[in-house]
């Protein structure tokens, strides 16, 4: 393959990769939006947006918008490739894993996290092959302690997507030999 982004693209291996279909932990899971080309234009045919992939969710509105914790899953033709977790909902996340665009190769400030970078890239690159791309989630149950300031009690809620990532990749591995491909971080705190 000859491209200006070949840097980006993690090509997916054909063997040792499960399928989301047969992912022991799926029945927590549900679809939670379609990764697709951009092509979208205005009534003039130029294009409404310089990205050129989308995510298109599938879930209410009030869902995706909501500022919560996930724990989401990308497939690529069934297969599972990452798992990842949000703190700020979906849409944030979404919005996050889009800054992928503004690689230097692109022409682009090269202001995008690596992580970012590799996901959107490689997305598109599997997008223009054709392959059905989703996106799963699990909305967390929201955790709250009780902690004491100054002798004041204060109820916190309490950052826990940290925890149930890591605790869902190393399951992963330990059901199933390996990480996601896609995987490249997880906290050690939690293996």
Same mark, same amino acid.
């Given at each position: ?52 992939? %989308? ?7 009030? *869902?995706?918008? =909501?500022?919560?914790?996930? #724990?989401? @899953? !990308? ?54 092959? %054709? ?7 699990? *909305?967390?149950? =929201?955790?709250?302690?009780? #902690?004491? @300031? !100054? ?11 940290h925890a149930y990532e890591s605790t ?17 971080k997880c906290d050690p705190n939690y293996?």
């Amino acid at each position: 393959m000859d491209s200006i982004i070949k840097k980006w693209i993690k090509f997916i291996p054909s063997n040792n990769t499960i399928e989301f279909s047969n992912y022991i932990r799926k029945d927590k899971f549900k679809l939670i939006s379609n990764i697709l080309l951009d092509t979208d234009v205005n009534d003039k045919g130029i294009k409404k947006r310089n990205t050129l992939i %989308k995510f298109v969710p599938v879930i209410d509105n009030t *869902e995706y918008i =909501k500022k919560t914790e996930w #724990i989401y @899953i !990308f497939t690529i033709n069934d297969i599972i490739v990452k798992i990842g977790g949000t703190r700020t909902g979906i849409k944030g996340r979404i919005s996050s894993y889009l800054c992928g665009h503004h690689i230097e190769e692109r022409g682009k400030s090269g202001d995008c996290s690596k992580t970012n970078g590799f996901i959107y890239n490689t997305f598109y690159y599997y997008l223009t092959k %054709k392959y059905e791309i989703n996106m799963y989630g699990y *909305e967390l149950p =929201k955790t709250e302690i009780n #902690i004491k @300031i !100054f002798d004041k009690d204060i109820n916190i809620i309490a950052q826990t997507y940290h925890a149930y990532e890591s605790t869902f990749i190393e399951d992963y591995k330990n059901n199933y030999g390996e990480y996601p491909y896609l995987c490249d971080k997880c906290d050690p705190n939690y293996k």
